[in-house]
């Protein structure tokens, strides 16, 4: 499902660091006499990963299309256990029976001013075996509702909320019309939560030549973009209100448990939605009437777009087959041998809208790697002190359903005595390191990264990273005149959502990871998102799949393996402050928009839009400060810790160590969706993917509540105390 | 000429100033006993414009094409003095000889992988008399050289100094082959200037639909935008560089000057170059090899674009008939009464590529009825107190020739009494007011613009063009955290060149204004920039053109009869405050987009590229500091003044008033470019349209010369402590 989560870039007004840790380094949280034998271990591990075992898996994976809740899916799981168990871990598959449809009946019909079917499915491609119609459904959505639509069309845009406002703004309703909208900027489900909002009987996304298509590179076969016929499939679940299974919200779906109908289930839409290709929207979009688009809303199909309505009605029809089907988790198990009980999870999820060779098979092919290098490094000799749980996570393509039902039956024992999660969804679409997260866990991806050579381009793909973060801070970044001097900090950009870290980190309070290598990509969840696409455009030799392994793997190690679990707390705030400094431009940006006139006038209009908040953040600076310096403090106290090498020491300071995360967790969660606990990350309620860092605040911003303000700004200065007392804690555990 | 001359945005970070003038407050600069004789005749002047006499004048100017240097072009301005004669005004024809080039031959030629020609003129439209070839040129460049050129392609992009840039980096050369680049963001002359140092043998240029064809909206005849077969000519002498006849560069090209030859002259191009349309230009771009091309070059073809070489290899030939041809100017005069010496002028060129409805010719309609109310007022009574003088040019689009060789002829007296030049190119293009220019004209502009009724919108046009700019600032300006209430004040946006502005103010010193409404308009310079494109889509009813001619008329009636010339010079130094932390902002990103790690390095490359300059811009905002305090306390003398009514002082305080803006100019100019004399504005020397406030720092901080800033600010403080001292004397005068 994974989609440009890596987007945000973090930045900071704070002095630039070096680069913090060379390869040669001594890895964090490791006591000296501990690091020889982590080398050694290290280095079978990896000498492990190669491209050619690579491709092989996923040439294997990616055999059959593997929607969830099919037979094929059942297939991969038992072929991803299988091979577990011969690498020699301890293997399993736990099932769920969770709500999910398939496509029965799919049918879209231009009916006005002339009858013609629309294709649902894509053209086949000469020299590519899988890019034919075999085992692939249709274009569909996941969780599109059943129903049938016919009327006028009118184009929104990115059909996000203020799209729809311009859109009332041009004097134009959606009411009883099929909205034609295209595909990115927000999570799709929100597309068609907001159409359905405003009235609309339909919905049909495309995806526009100007956001994956010609104008962004060309199109496969030749090259890695959208072609002409290819469908963006996916889930149309409300991502941002509450993932996973939406017949049993907030609680696992273990057998017998109570079950919303799907009138019931309020993560879905109502209306019927259907995704297609560019040139099937050319069809109906060249001959839309009504006024010429605002200028941002022109895509990249060559005339003037039009918002309709009028020139083109269409007839849609949507049966789909849905109700409870098995899913199936599959784990792998390296037992830890003194804290067995602490988990280090690798989660991967394996079922695709397709073929799946990007997404996410690329991610289950490095992930076996990984797990290939890790048995070779237990078997020669190495121990983790915690234990490694490999996770093969299924439906995720729905709305995260196999982790979320995992995480929700396990969260008792996740929240005790998780130590971190780390995610690879699409492991390899080019050769870009990215990685976003928990703060906590920076340094140790900077470590890590370090270390992993870059195949292609010489030195480390860490290296890489950063350089290229530096030069997005230096161009784009805002300039506060009074800050000349201001310098690149290099943080992990926040997680929002799409991928299998939100239960762990949204829900549970465990510190996550996700990362991945990007590129030119531009078939997602098309039918040419194949393993022909990966071995000609993506990564040819299969290298950056090793790569990815490598990384994922050491990550496992250390976190496994440290003495001292390696997390550190001293830059968090410094992340955190260039969050709210981002939200407070952003809350400064809406005061200004506001008409200075409107505060002028004397007669106040009851129905008119509240002014923007003016927002006050001096108390949220003011307490990451005392954050800050605990932080700090923490940081040398394990130093100290380290350098001191005290045994003795170690397993109540891991412990304080893993309580900081949690503090952020509020019982009550966040207002209008109380399963995301988290105060300081959560997806943004309108954008499903991108992350709303102090999501209180933002949607105060956003909707213009002072109260909410007031209230958010309570909570996270409770939270923030809290947090700073438990490392405090820590610190005085270390010492 | 005109192209988007008022697009930057003038922000600033003091408080919001409630509109300075209602309709009916004393206009500026006017003794109470004067103000009643005043009013009456802006009544009747207010009464005459009208769109129906517009549209016959634009009617019977586009008749045919009418390029400066021919016997068209001649009958037009014969037409234009006739019809000032009739209305009563002294008429006058000023005629130059001046270098100008026509086409005799040109051709363009696919010839690999395919022969096929290419087009150089547009194809008719039905029902659009004026879209045929009769009386047309085919496409060229004014001051385009001939040769002819055979090659491979290479895309440029826009053809800009960083595009070429890129180039490099991609491994790419342009020597010995043929640059092809879209037209936008810079002048056109610059891009040849560019492509011809990079080794290029031939130039084309076309009109990306990205830029103002169909991805701007519906394209001509059925909305505004440019069609497939659409060709920009225009003028590609090296505009930043010196404006005017490129034989008599600095002096008038009277009878007898001294002439350089083509070879000689150091403005214009010495390989040939030849515009095209998209159609046409695809036919090359679709078969061009090479990598793709870099995100931002990608346009709105429908393909993904390539750089080239390889693929597509084309050859040109272009034969001109060059040479010194006549050009005339021509004047109407209203002899001031009290002051005649003193000129307050405006400007309107006459000679278009084409048939010229928009460009300029929609500015010579609004002319005319200008002077048809002007004459009107002066018939029922209204003298003014000094003289009004309406300039029509021609050679404007060859660069700005008929009014640089008259205003380089008649230097010594304009620089002694011309009190300001308002310039109008295209006076309509759509609905949208908008000025820019001197600062001591701000708010007789913002009064001006809103005592004139907005003929659609209701309100003034003042009152939309301040709320679209207040939008403009809340959605784009910079924010600094430090000023979180920093507030929006109207500036005038600063002129950079690309109308007859450009000698008045750089040249000599004179207080610019250049105003015009503008809205969708995707025709500019090619054959359909003619009657019915005006009559369907830029101003049916004409009536923004009466709206522009009673903004011309109002400032001249102003300007030429207040008792105390109506400048203010007490926001002058919040407009370049501004201007300057845009230029800081800048500076700052360029130090942060070098790797901080270079300074590091030990060994010094000599080749490199030498490191961002850290500029110190203290000492410039401390003398604006004075500065403004001079013009505050200026403003409140000339306040009492008026308030004291006391007629004896207005003469030496008017002298004093326009000895301000003169102190600006240095006798040296700008390095590399002496033409341009005004320290405080240029157009950018790789811009050409777009301004560069305080040019020598601009360009310092451009090329990272230390140097030349330091030099640059020490003329800066020197003009700026001399222009403060002419502040206090005119202070003193009206004491």
Redesign the interface.
Known sequence: MKRALLVPVCISVFA?LPLFAQADDAPLGFFSASVGAQRDAEEVFLATPAGAKARRWLFQLTEEPHVAGTPQEKKVAEYVRDKLTELGLEAEMVGYEVFLNHPKHVSLQLVEPVEEPLALMEDAVEFDKDSTAHGMFPGFHGYGASGKARGQVVYVNYATPDDFEKLDKLGISAEGRIVLARYGKVFRGLKVREAQNAGAIGVILFSD?ADDG??????YPD?P?RPPSAIQRGSVQYLSLQPGDPSTPGYPSRDGAPRLGRAEMKTVPSIPSLPIAYREAEKILRRLGGP?VP?AW?G?????YHVGPGGAAVAMEVEMDEGLKPIWNVFGRIRGSEEPERLVILGNHRDAWNHGAVDPNSGTAAWLETARGLAKAVKAGWTPKRTVLLASWDAEEYGLVGSVEWGEDRAEDLGAHAVAYVNLDSAVTGDEFGAGGSPSLRDLVRQVAAAVPDPVHGGSVGEAWEKRL??E???E????????DA??ELHLPPLGSGSDYTVFLDHLGIPCVNFGFSGSYGVYHSMYDNFRWMDEHGDPKFIYHAAAARFYGLMAMRLSSADVVPMRFGSYAAALRDNL?DL??LS??KV?????EAADEDVADPDAEPAPLKADFAPLYQALKSFEAAGLDLDQAVDDLIDRGEGGKAAATNAALLAVERAFLSADGLPGRPWFRHLLYAPGTTTGYAPWPFPELAEAVENKDAELFERGMGRLLAVLEAATGKLEEAAAAAR
Chains 1, 2 share one sequence.
């Open positions: 630039w030549p010609y104008m962004k590179g060309d199109v090259g973009m010429r200028d022109q990249g199909l060559p005339f003037a530096r030069g801070w230096a161009s970044a805002p300039i506060d005149l009074s800050e000349p310098a690149f400094r407070e431009r400064i940006r200004r928009g506001a008409d200075p």
